[in-house]
């Protein structure tokens, strides 16, 4: 996971580009979150990605709870509530269909990654 | 910081007021508690820091009513499907035999029995889809969630189709006495009675499966 956010975060950083870029990844760093951590809810995922990335990437949550909804929607992610402290917290888990699909969300992020570095010549420059 | 009982409930107050869904309500208030408790003690005012929260996360107020807007969008589409495809496994196996059977009735019951015997049926599959509402539409303090906003609607559909099929026939026929259940071909009426029932059916599978909710 570590390495997945620091790709993404290296490309953050080189692009100088923020939402637009992060926005089409945002749904793989979901499902791969989830897949390694089990459950988590809204605010706790952007901690983690925050942690993970050492503080680089900061995801919004006007852009994460939409991305989260679709996903519950598309029957990847479903949702349970817990009463935590007196309040209702929402907890996002994979389905059996959203943990089938991370390996290939994944591959294509990944793919997509190696491209574009070509296109950009990234490597080249960071070397 | 640590966030006091009076503070929690201005924040329950606002979010009450401003959001539609209880289930922005819930998430959002979550989240902000969350972000408060990790915040360290400082003076800035209670509902500065809560704008602050909201400008900064959620890009202000009206983003959360569009953030609202689209989960709506994508849940009124969902739920709709799902309705539509318990509907359809009435006229496919196994389910199919429940319609054949309630067919069977309906016809019987107009033929042999009475024709209100098949208002009475009708009236019944109408009526109960509507029930688990009754007392949530009583409830002032109740907030919705979409679910329940996009299921009742389900819910009240039969009610608006009896309408159509009760006083549409009178502009046709111009006759203030017409009784649809009592005039029209029996064929008619049991298909309806079965229109019906089948809708029924479907939304209590709709019902069961939208709200079986796990609070651990």
Redesign the interface.
């Known amino acids: 996971m570590h390495s997945f956010l620091r790709y993404i975060s290296l490309l953050y950083i080189c692009s100088m580009s923020t939402s637009p870029l992060l926005k089409g990844t945002l749904q793989t760093i979901i499902l791969k979150l989830l897949e390694d951590y089990e459950q988590m809810y809204g605010y706790e995922i952007t901690q983690k990605v925050k942690e993970l990335t050492a503080g680089e990437i900061k995801l919004t949550e006007g852009a994460l709870y939409p991305a989260l909804h679709k996903l519950e929607a598309e029957g990847l992610l479903e949702t349970f509530n817990e009463v935590v402290d007196n309040r209702v917290r929402k907890y996002y888990r994979l389905t059996t269909q959203g943990g089938e699909q991370v390996g290939s969300k994944l591959q294509e992020a990944q793919a997509f990654i190696e491209q574009l570095q070509l296109i950009l010549n990234l490597k080249s420059q960071n070397a | 910081m640590i966030v006091s009982a009076g503070q929690k409930k201005e924040l329950r107050f606002l979010l009450w007021e401003n959001v539609k869904f209880k289930?922005t309500y819930?998430?959002v208030?979550?989240?902000i508690?969350?972000?408060l408790e990790a915040y360290e003690e400082n003076d800035l005012e209670f509902d500065v820091l809560i704008e602050q929260i909201i400008n900064?996360?959620?890009?202000g107020m009206e983003?959360l009513l569009t953030?609202e807007e689209?989960?709506e969008a994508?849940?009124v589409?969902?739920v709709r499907a799902r309705h539509w495809h318990h509907i359809m496994s009435y006229f496919r196996l196994p389910l199919f035999i429940v319609t054949l059977l309630a067919t069977g009735l309906a016809f019987y019951l107009g033929a042999y029995v009475s024709r209100n015997s098949v208002m009475v049926m009708v009236v019944v599959t109408v009526i109960v889809p509507i029930i688990p509402y009754l007392s949530k539409l009583l409830n002032l303090e109740y907030k919705a969630s979409i679910k329940d906003g996009v299921v009742k609607e389900a819910g009240f559909r039969g009610m608006l189709i009896l309408n159509l099929v009760l006083y549409t026939p009178l502009i046709f026929f111009n006759d203030a006495s017409y009784h649809f259940f009592n005039q029209v071909h029996i064929a008619l009426t049991t298909f309806v009675a079965v229109l019906f029932t089948v809708n029924c059916l479907s939304f209590i599978k709709l019902y069961r499966d939208e709200f079986k909710?796990?609070?651990?």
Not at chain 2, 56 to 59: M, N
Not at chain 2, 213 to 216: F, L, P, R, T, V
């Open positions: 289930e819930y998430e208030y979550d989240h508690l969350t972000t900064e996360d959620f890009g983003m953030m689209e989960r994508i849940v589409k969902q909710m796990k609070i651990a």
